[in-house]
């Protein structure tokens, strides 16, 4: 990683992405012009990608031409390669935009330019189209948009490609020519090269015909946003969607509130296939579950649950002399989650019975008590007659060292166990692992 600084606080910086080609090096440039006379500073976030011979050149030429116009600067080398069926372009974009908010957050910088213009704007808008997308998708590239602490701006989202290559022309700006823009294995060079100049030949306006599209699909994306957060919390609890309330929603809110709920309930991106299919599936069953990415959907007694995969398979261990009597979390390796025990008031079991537990799987036969004064039976009646769903019970059991069950998932601590009330006492949560995120792209 190479740096460079100047003065400035926090609130006088901003950062501008540059990737050394015409439209980035030429935003670098007037930013500074704009800026320095204000006193603020100018960081040049460049990103090498490791794909080109000539990255390392690049890099270069940029670090020299940010710190000759005074410039900090802060560059990022990319790691690894795209998984078995990511595309190089959705990888490389995805990986540098996380580059480009490390190396923000580094410079202490909250706001960050990218040079994109109004051709790029059009060129998103029918690639999403061509995809298939939605609202959301044909919005194509918002001026503004925060992520966490950092804002991604493109101020010149309305400006034509001619004003950029003007600029460029008459200030004598040097910038790199990168020549996979060449190569037709990318969707948008095929775009740019073979499907742009038909159209401009067809079309009065196209570039600003579509542009304005996307600002349509963008106005109707922040209305789907807005009717879904009004629509979804009563629909929800604890995580699950509630199927009677949501069936009774028109069509165009229901189709709306199930597809904000899945993104908020699934760890990352989802095919707009499992919608179609809950769409049309989901109304009128009582039971059923439906495979999803990382995760698995499932609908029990009315009620819709995402249930992640955990991140390794559970070996289930067998393990002695567990001490959970202070509070905190207690790790279970091979059980795929862990064990929070918590100070409590009621439902909890004196500390001194948790001080040597036993962890293991179930075997069969295992017999509870869900009301102290009422018989044990088997775990498998007790979980019918609680209403616990078959996923909800997957995890440990404890046992005490003369034998007795302690506590089952999905249940709780067997009655016969708790402690009377005022007396010092501890509480038990079984807390499955979830699967990392993964990235959602942009």
């Known amino acids: 990683m190479n740096t460079g600084g100047g003065p400035g606080g926090p609130g006088r910086r901003l950062a501008v992405a540059?990737?050394?080609?015409?439209?980035?090096?030429?935003?670098?440039?007037?930013?500074?012009?704009?800026?320095?006379?204000?006193?603020?500073?100018v960081w040049a976030l460049?990103?090498?990608?490791?794909?080109?011979?000539?990255?390392?050149?690049?890099?270069?030429?940029?670090?020299?031409?940010?710190?000759?116009?005074?410039?900090?600067?802060?560059?990022?080398?990319?790691?690894g390669a795209p998984e078995a069926g990511d595309s190089i372009e959705a990888w490389a974009r995805r990986e540098r935009h996380r580059a480009l908010a490390d190396m923000a957050a580094q410079a202490q910088c909250s706001l960050l330019l990218l040079g994109h213009h109004r051709r790029d704007q059009a060129e998103t808008f029918l690639l999403q189209a061509l995809r298939g997308g939605g609202p959301a998708g044909l919005a194509a590239m918002p001026v503004l948009a925060q992520r966490r602490q950092l804002a991604w701006a493109r101020p010149w989202l309305q400006q034509p490609r001619e004003a950029v290559q003007a600029y460029v022309q008459r200030h004598r700006l040097r910038h790199?020519?990168?020549?996979?823009?060449?190569?037709?294995?990318?969707?948008?060079?095929?775009?740019?090269?073979?499907v742009w100049p038909v159209l401009n030949a067809a079309f009065d306006d196209t570039e600003t015909t579509l542009v304005q599209a996307a600002r349509h699909a963008?106005?109707?994306?922040?209305?789907?946003?807005?009717?879904?957060?009004?629509?979804?919390?009563?629909?929800?609890?604890?995580?699950?969607?509630?199927l009677a309330p949501w069936a009774a929603l028109p069509p165009a809110r229901r189709r709306n509130a199930l597809q904000a709920w899945?993104?908020?309930?699934?760890?990352?991106?989802?095919?707009?296939?499992?919608l179609e299919r809950l769409l049309d599936?989901?109304?009128?069953?009582?039971?059923?579950?439906?495979?999803?990415?990382?995760?698995?959907?499932?609908?029990?007694?009315?009620?819709?649950?995402?249930?992640?995969a955990p991140a390794t398979p559970v070996q289930a261990p067998a393990l002695a002399a567990l001490d959970l009597s202070r509070p905190g979390f207690v790790e279970l390796p091979g059980w795929g989650g862990r064990f929070e025990v918590l100070d409590s008031t009621h439902d909890g079991v004196p500390p001194a019975l948790l001080q040597a537990v036993r962890v293991a799987p179930r075997a069969g036969g295992e017999r509870f008590h869900l009301a102290e004064r009422g018989l044990a039976r088997s775990l498998k009646k007790q979980y019918q007659?609680?209403?616990v769903p078959a996923w909800a019970r997957q995890g440990p059991l404890l046992w005490l060292a003369d034998g007795r069950l302690l506590y089952a998932p999905g249940l709780g601590i067997d009655a016969?166990?708790?402690?009377?009330?005022?007396?010092?006492?501890?509480?038990?949560?079984?807390?499955?692992?979830?699967?990392?995120?993964?990235?959602?792209?942009?």
């Open 18 to 41: 540059v990737s050394g080609g015409r439209d980035s090096t030429a935003l670098l440039h007037a930013t500074l012009r704009a800026a320095l006379p204000l006193g603020l500073q």
């Open 46 to 79: 460049h990103v090498h990608h490791g794909l080109q011979a000539e990255a390392d050149a690049w890099e270069r030429q940029v670090r020299q031409q940010a710190r000759r116009w005074g410039a900090a600067f802060l560059s990022r080398r990319l790691a």
């Open 176 to 194: 790199v020519e990168d020549p996979s823009n060449a190569d037709e294995r990318y969707a948008r060079n095929r775009l740019r090269r073979q």
């Open 218 to 242: 963008a106005h109707a994306a922040a209305l789907a946003d807005e009717v879904a957060a009004i629509d979804l919390p009563p629909l929800c609890e604890d995580g699950a969607l509630l």
């Open 262 to 274: 899945l993104t908020a309930a699934l760890p990352g991106r989802w095919p707009h296939t499992l």
């Open 281 to 308: 599936e989901l109304p009128g069953r009582r039971g059923g579950q439906w495979p999803a990415p990382e995760a698995v959907l499932r609908l029990y007694r009315g009620r819709l649950s995402a249930v992640l």
């Open 385 to 387: 007659a609680a209403g």
């Open 416 to 442: 016969t166990l708790l402690a009377a009330r005022g007396e010092p006492q501890r509480a038990l949560r079984w807390c499955p692992e979830a699967p990392g995120p993964r990235q959602r792209g942009s």
